[in-house]
């Protein structure tokens, strides 16, 4: 079967490289010790919290969505580093890959399902370095991510977040 050529949009941040964890846990933010052991939560972990806030969305977000996978990796591949000119793995926190549902003419068959990769070690790293709940950078990578699978480009989705921001300063 030959699989039609992906449209890749992804959330890219240019930044330096953290150090590396000292410890893996598997724990969510309380005290200021428990904060710090957020920054470096397991994989499983990670995973049901994108889970969790995957389920979260609005159910008519969730009923839309068809034929995608979301998956949790550590870091993005070497090829997708370099398709995406990213220049470290810490980069690129998340990415989507398939066809917008705005692009797609009709019903397709036998297709591949889309695919939103959320990269752990990146977004453990984001939120490390600007003190941000990792919860939240899932939930805001995810919806970014989700945006694209409905057809919105980088532009868009920024248009969108400067003004439901105005909204709220109002």
């Not at 930044?15 to 920054?39: F, I």
């Not at 979260?56 to 090829?79: K, Q, S, W």
């Not at 990213?86 to 297709?111: H, K, N, S």
Request: net charge negative; proline share 6%; aromatic share 8%.
């Amino acid at each position: 079967m030959v699989i039609p050529p992906a449209v890749a949009m992804s959330l890219v941040l240019a930044r330096a490289a953290p150090p590396g964890c000292a410890k893996a846990a598997s724990c969510y933010a309380g005290s200021m010790d428990d904060a710090h052991s957020e920054y470096e939560m397991d994989a499983d972990t990670f995973r049901h919290l994108a889970e969790d806030e995957l389920n979260r969305l609005p159910a008519m977000f969730r009923m839309a969505m068809e034929n995608v996978v979301i998956v949790t990796d550590d870091f993005p591949t070497i090829g997708t580093l370099h398709e995406m000119k990213a220049d470290t793995p810490f980069d690129l926190l998340g990415l989507y890959q398939g066809w917008p549902l705005t692009e797609r003419d009709g019903i397709a068959t036998g297709v591949l399902p889309d695919m939103i990769h959320l990269y752990r070690q990146p977004i453990l790293s984001f939120c490390r370095e600007r003190h941000e709940d990792v919860r939240h950078a899932i939930r805001h990578v995810l919806i970014h991510e989700l945006g694209h699978y409905f057809g919105y480009s980088d532009e868009e989705m920024q248009a969108i977040e400067d003004e439901t921001k105005q909204e709220r300063l109002q």
